[in-house]
């Protein structure tokens, strides 16, 4: 943060250049020369402050170290040093200023004295005087009242935190010194996050203490606030009941002049609305709402133990842009979680299928005690957990959010998983009907069956990498995981083929090479029946976001 505007109780107004805590910089007044009062209104943010700031950098709030950085410009560096500290106000959320009681270590006047930084309505309301140009004590009147909101809205508009600065002997008579903005851009990749997330389906609200002019020039910003939408204060949200709250809470994307109690009547009402909702915060009276959120994200630099203990997740970096690494994470889980089940399920119907249907036939059995144990626990088992740990895919994130209720085993999946399935035992017969023509079973008959169906599976396991995406877009070997796990497979199963002790024990026989590439050009029908079914399914998303744009005159995405 950094103090980049000033203005004096007494119409003066000065800009601070110098970006940071430690940035060198001068304020510039636009008229004249640096008055007192400018030098006044930086005193009382140096003296009203618990911040340091050292080589090793800021040590407290960004709001007071943006306070001493313009302080330092104007040679203020060390003017706490010339008061000793009485009594100390914290700021509050309920109070939204912090006060402090001290007096002068030297001089003639030693007298008690008031120091108050805060919200301008908060620290206006105390005030019934200023000091005048020309350095008289006089009155405030409704015209500058209104004047002195009119320059605070002025700063707010554009985008700068307003922070207003009095002092006297007495809390209920204060003189107004002035205000100042403060810049608090945005970091470096959140408006883009908050794009990406909100095309991705999550509804975005911004809730801050900042005033109305500073809330909605940073939510317009951020892409959270455009002209003509809504925007609600927190004295707004006390007069609404929970019905109404609902009703109108979708609409609203910026709620400014806000409380910790706000945010919790926010979540209560969100979630009233059948919304899954992720609350952050970093302060101690954040903690009920972060504990009443499906999901509460405390900050890991600037939150306190209380709202760590109460979240359910800790942004180490306090970067809002790591939310959306880690809902790309979790959506990359759900999504790996169901290839699993899809692979795991397509396979197991498979081998239940074939052996069914054989007896059903009256055929001899395809596959002996041998050959199906070593199917279901060492073919099936690591490319099935490879999958598991698949990378995650960086688009997953564009998906939209599922509700809560929705099963893993979907319609689709469903679909997917029976005609899988009735490839391979469709591949499986065919091999095991070709090779019975003489009406005998031999050991090369039930070999190229049991062969062709563990071949089925590892097709199977490499279509079942992405419900939507060709293996050509995810990579063959991306994966390290699955490729070590399916060429083990391969090389035990040709061990089980042509290794004599396996043989005996599987009861099969040594196939010839033209055996195992016919062998391939056939079960990779299964995988090939899944990148067809992946392109349609692509092409249909395409003219469904095509016909979508077209109906709401969409031209450009958002960058």
Known sequence: MTVTQ??????????????????????????????????????????????????????????????????????????????????????????KFMALKCCANHGVNQDVEFFVKGALEKVLERCTHFISATGALAPIQDGHRKEYIKQAAHLGTMGLRVLALAYGRDMSSLIFAGVVGIMDPPRE?????????????????????????????????????????????????????????????????????????????IV????????????????????????????????????????????????????????????????????????????????????????????????????NAMQILWINIIMDGPPAQSLGVEPVDHDVIKQPPRHVGDPIITRKLIVNVISSAFIIVCGTLWVFWREMQDDKITPRDTTMTFTCFVFFDMFNALGSRSQSKSIFQVGFFTNRVFLIAVGGSLIGQLLVIYFAPLQAIFQ??????????????????VFIFSEIRKWFSRARQRASTMRHEKEFGVEDSIV
């Open 268 to 367: 209560k009402a969100l979630q009233a609305n059948g919304m899954v909702v992720g609350m952050t915060g970093d302060g101690v009276n954040d903690a009920v709402a972060l504990k009443s959120a499906e999901i509460g994200i405390s900050m890991g630099l600037s939150g306190t133990d209380v709202s760590k203990e109460a979240a359910d997740m800790i942004l180490v970096d306090d970067d809002f842009t790591t939310i959306l690494s880690a809902i790309e994470e979790g959506k990359g889980i759900f999504y790996n979680i169901r290839n699993f089940v899809r692979f795991q399920l397509s396979t197991s119907i498979a081998a239940l299928s074939l052996i069914a249907c054989t007896t059903l036939l009256r055929l001899p059995n395809p596959l």
């Open 189 to 265: 990749g959140v408006r883009e996050a908050i794009y990406t997330l909100m095309g991705s389906g999550v509804n975005i609200k911004m809730v801050t203490g900042d005033s109305e002019q500073t809330a909605k020039a940073v939510g317009a910003r951020l892409g959270l606030y455009a002209s003509g939408a809504t925007a609600m204060s927190g004295d707004e949200l006390d007069a609404l009941d929970v019905t109404e709250l609902c009703r109108i809470i979708p609409h609203i994307g910026v709620f400014y002049r806000t409380t910790p109690r706000h945010k919790l009547k």
């Open 6 to 95: 000033i203005y004096t109780a007494d119409g003066k107004h000065a800009e601070v250049t110098g970006v940071g805590y430690d940035a060198p910089g001068t304020v510039i007044p636009e008229e004249g020369d640096v008055t007192n009062s400018m030098y006044k209104v930086l005193e009382i943010g140096c003296v009203c402050n618990n911040a340091q700031i050292t080589p090793e950098g800021l040590h407290g709030q960004p709001t007071e170290g943006a306070l001493l950085a313009a302080g330092a410009k104007m040679g203020l560096r060390n003017v706490r040093s010339t008061y000793t500290r009485l009594q100390e106000w914290p700021f509050s959320s309920e109070t």
């Open 508 to 525: 099969t026989e040594a196939l010839y090479a033209s055996d195992l590439v016919f062998l391939v050009c056939l079960t990779s029908t």
